[in-house]
């Protein structure tokens, strides 16, 4: 069992900058591969970005690529996602997720979602 909460959203400027954090409880935290997804209002859920349980496998939605950067530190059981260059199409709710070991792209292969964080960046 993972539960997770996530933090870190905010209101920013666009060309601006946000650091996400998701805070995992349980053991399975190590072992975990992470995503990151996010939601705008009418819209389905995408999919922003994972890594796997060791993190030296990353994977990004082209959208963000070059901007947005997924880490973890598993001494701290956090995932993060830096946001650089953020642009007023990256308003939604951020969702982090967890499910076994390998980062993926498809929200149905993660099993542990968070209660999301807004993020607003005004033009």
């Known amino acids: 069992q993972v539960q997770l909460v996530e933090s870190g959203g905010g209101l920013v400027q666009a060309g601006g900058s946000l650091r996400l954090s998701c805070a995992a409880s349980?053991?399975?935290?190590?072992?975990?591969?992470m995503g990151w997804f996010r939601q705008a209002p009418g819209k389905e859920r995408e999919f922003v970005a994972a890594?796997?349980?060791?993190?030296?496998?990353?994977l990004y939605a082209d959208s963000v690529k070059g901007r947005f950067t997924i880490s973890r530190d598993n001494a701290k059981n956090t995932v993060y996602l830096q946001m650089n260059g953020l642009k007023p199409e990256d308003t939604a709710v951020y969702y982090c997720a967890a499910k076994y070991s390998t980062a993926a792209q498809a929200p149905g292969e993660y099993n542990y979602w968070g209660q999301g964080t807004q993020v607003t960046v005004s033009s």
């Open positions: 890594i796997n349980w060791s993190g030296g496998s990353t």
């Open positions: 349980g053991r399975a935290f190590s072992t975990s591969g």
